[in-house]
């Protein structure tokens, strides 16, 4: 792990008290490996995490080994931590579950719309489109405020659904392909703007077509699964 990579780290402090702290961790460390801040394969060096994370040993082991748990972090014999590697077969798994899972939630949604769902569509679609994907001057420099505007255009397609228990699958397979999304955004492949993508999906939802909307936000996912396969592919 290089020490750019670790410096990022320290832009969310933890400020839980010692009950917490370990989720606290656990919640941060977790959030830089999706984002792919700590990069898949790097070393976990304990020590290092300390300093980085501004806290002590007990609760960075801690939420090591709960990372360890949840596969996210690989523990090897005389080797230690590391974040888990990325592999082609994970991400078609991950995409082909966002697929049949929002396919559900979102038809379930349009059956239940509402004014102020559809207000909230509206609203998210607004803001996400007049956020860049990438930094001014630049090709592929990630600009902070469009990951969060994007989160929240996805999520409010499916709010409807009335089922905490689907968002929640919904949610854990979105986190999960955020790794993945990074490779997407570094790739030279990448797409430079997804106005068009997401507008279309918003109309086909707000026009009550079910099977339209479905069409687009799976063709959506399935874009960023052949950027991500090329990348992966390719010889390094």
Request: hydrophobic content about 40%; aromatic content about 6%; proline content about 5%.
């Given at each position: 792990?290089?020490?750019?990579?670790?410096?990022?780290?320290?832009?969310?402090?933890?400020?839980?008290?010692?009950?917490?702290?370990a989720s606290a961790i656990f919640a941060a460390i977790r959030l830089d490996?999706?984002?792919?801040?700590?990069?898949p394969g790097s070393r976990l060096k304990i020590d290092a995490l300390c300093?980085?994370?501004?806290?002590?040993?007990?609760?960075?082991?801690?939420?090591?080994?709960?990372?360890?748990?949840?596969?996210?972090?690989?523990?090897?014999?005389?080797?230690?931590?590391?974040?888990?590697?990325?592999?082609?077969?994970?991400?078609?798994?991950?995409?082909?579950?966002?697929?049949?899972?929002?396919?559900?939630?979102?038809?379930?949604?349009?059956?239940?719309?509402?004014?102020?769902?559809?207000?909230?569509?509206?609203?998210?679609?607004?803001?996400?489109?007049?956020?860049?994907?990438?930094?001014?001057?630049?090709?592929?420099?990630?600009?902070?405020?469009?990951?969060?505007?994007?989160?929240?255009?996805?999520?409010?397609?499916?709010?409807?659904?009335?089922?905490?228990?689907?968002?929640?699958?919904?949610?854990?397979?979105?986190?999960?392909?955020?790794?993945?999304?990074?490779?997407?955004?570094?790739?030279?492949?990448?797409?430079?703007?997804?106005?068009?993508?997401?507008?279309?999906?918003?109309?086909?939802?707000?026009?009550?077509?079910?099977?339209?909307?479905?069409?687009?936000?799976?063709?959506?996912?399935?874009?960023?699964?052949?950027?991500v396969e090329d990348f992966l592919e390719k010889p390094s």
């Amino acid at each position: 792990m290089t020490n750019a990579s670790m410096a990022k780290t320290t832009s969310r402090r933890p400020t839980a008290g010692k009950a917490t702290a370990a989720s606290a961790i656990f919640a941060a460390i977790r959030l830089d490996i999706l984002a792919g801040k700590l990069p898949p394969g790097s070393r976990l060096k304990i020590d290092a995490l300390c300093q980085a994370y501004e806290t002590t040993l007990n609760p960075v082991r801690e939420a090591l080994n709960r990372l360890t748990a949840e596969g996210l972090v690989d523990l090897e014999d005389q080797r230690g931590f590391s974040v888990a590697p990325v592999s082609i077969e994970e991400w078609r798994e991950i995409v082909r579950g966002r697929c049949l899972m929002e396919a559900c939630a979102l038809r379930e949604a349009i059956r239940n719309r509402t004014e102020a769902w559809e207000e909230g569509i509206v609203l998210s679609l607004y803001r996400l489109s007049r956020t860049p994907r990438f930094i001014e001057g630049t090709a592929q420099t990630p600009n902070p405020e469009w990951e969060p505007r994007h989160h929240a255009f996805h999520n409010a397609l499916l709010t409807a659904c009335n089922s905490r228990i689907v968002l929640e699958f919904c949610e854990d397979l979105r986190e999960r392909s955020d790794r993945y999304r990074h490779i997407a955004s570094i790739s030279p492949q990448a797409r430079q703007s997804y106005v068009e993508e997401h507008r279309d999906i918003a109309d086909a939802v707000l026009d009550g077509d079910a099977d339209k909307a479905v069409e687009l936000l799976t063709a959506h996912y399935r874009r960023t699964l052949a950027v991500v396969e090329d990348f992966l592919e390719k010889p390094s």
